[in-house]
């Protein structure tokens, strides 16, 4: 079974930066797309960022676009999300998530099929 686990979060002050990493074992990971979600409290899960199996196709919501990167290391089964000019509003829980082997981009919930724990990220204005 795949597991994914973050790490990476926590208080930082406006316009400042965080890296997040998220480890996954089991599955294929090589061949699976990756993404990035967030949730704040009283909200519904919103999409962040996506990579392709292969790295090569990158998706990002506009809200972090230009702020957000999203990489990943095959040969290390890791995925990271660097977070460069941090908003108070980029605070949440923030998810790992992968699905299935596909080239599909997926850029919702229902879309994934595997979840991290999550790791918090604070802003602080």
């Known amino acids: 079974q795949v597991q994914l686990v973050e790490s990476g979060g926590g208080l930082v002050q406006a316009g400042g930066s965080l890296r997040l990493s998220c480890a996954a074992s089991?599955?294929?990971?090589?061949?699976?797309?990756m993404g990035w979600f967030r949730q704040a409290p009283g909200k519904e899960r919103e999409f962040v960022a996506t990579?392709?199996?292969?790295?090569?196709?990158?998706r990002y919501a506009d809200a972090v676009k230009g702020r957000f990167t999203i990489s990943r290391d095959n040969a290390k089964n890791t995925v990271y999300l660097q977070m460069n000019g941090l908003k108070p509003e980029d605070t949440a829980v923030y998810y790992c998530?992968?699905?299935?082997?596909?080239?599909?981009?997926?850029?919702?919930?229902?879309?994934?099929?595997?979840w991290g724990q999550g790791t918090q990220v604070t802003v602080s204005s």
């Open positions: 998530a992968t699905a299935r082997p596909t080239r599909v981009v997926i850029t919702t919930v229902a879309g994934y099929d595997y």
């Open positions: 089991g599955g294929t990971f090589g061949s699976q797309p």
């Open positions: 990579i392709s199996w292969s790295g090569a196709t990158t």
